[in-house]
Each structure stands twice: as C-alpha cells, then as structure tokens.
C-alpha cells in the first residue's frame, strides 16, 4: 500500500511561482510513474506532468516551459516547480503513483492552487 502527501498549494498572482511536493510512504519498486494531474469544477481531471522511473518526462501543452518536474527516489518524492503561473493554472492538483507490478494508480488527497489575477 503506498499512502501519498502532497503540500505546496496556495494562492499565488499571476506571473507567481508555486513548488508542489508529494511524498510516498510505502515501497514504489520497480517500473513506475509519478506525477501529477489537475481539476477544475465541471471538468475532467487531465494530467500536468508525469515523469517515469527511467526518467522519461511527459507536459501538458499547456504548462510546457513553465511547469518542471522532478523526482527524487530515495526520498520517494516528486516536486512540481510552477513558474509564471496563470489564471488558469488554478485547480486542485492531484499527485499520483502509477506502479505496473501489480499494476495499480495511488492518488494523494489533493492540494489546491489558486492564481490570482
């Protein structure tokens, strides 16, 4: 079982920058993925970033050069620096853990980030 806890939301103006941090307890072995998506009201969650075991990193067109993330595997974390952030950036901003052996999705609880303009 692996239980995550994200922090680093908050409410930020436009042009702002925000880190998120998600960290995991438990044991992430073997091929993963870490990342996190983000919702609106009324809408779809859709992913942000993600970024694999191998290092293998994938942005949503609409964060591409602003968003960067990273993770370290001895800490089990994964951050999402978030620089000239916009009014639609703000979302709740859910981290995950995709492990394929079993294969399984863990979400955390969600932080929420608000941009103001």
């Known amino acids: 079982q692996v239980h995550l806890v994200e922090s680093g939301g908050g409410l930020v103006q436009s042009g702002g920058s925000l880190r998120l941090s998600c960290a995991a307890s438990?044991?992430?072995?073997?091929?993963?993925?870490m990342g996190w998506f983000r919702q609106t009201p009324g809408k779809e969650r859709e992913l942000a970033a993600t970024?694999?075991?191998?290092?293998?990193?994938t942005y949503a067109d609409s964060v591409k050069g602003r968003f960067t993330i990273s993770r370290d595997n001895a800490k089990r974390t994964v951050y999402l620096q978030m620089n000239s952030l916009k009014p639609e950036d703000t979302a709740v901003y859910y981290c995950?853990?995709?492990?394929?052996?079993?294969?399984?999705?863990?979400w955390g609880q969600g932080t929420q980030v608000t941009v103001s303009s």
């Open positions: 438990g044991s992430i072995l073997g091929n993963n993925r």
């Open positions: 995950y853990v995709w492990v394929l052996i079993p294969t399984r999705t863990y």
């Open positions: 970024i694999s075991s191998s290092g293998d990193i």
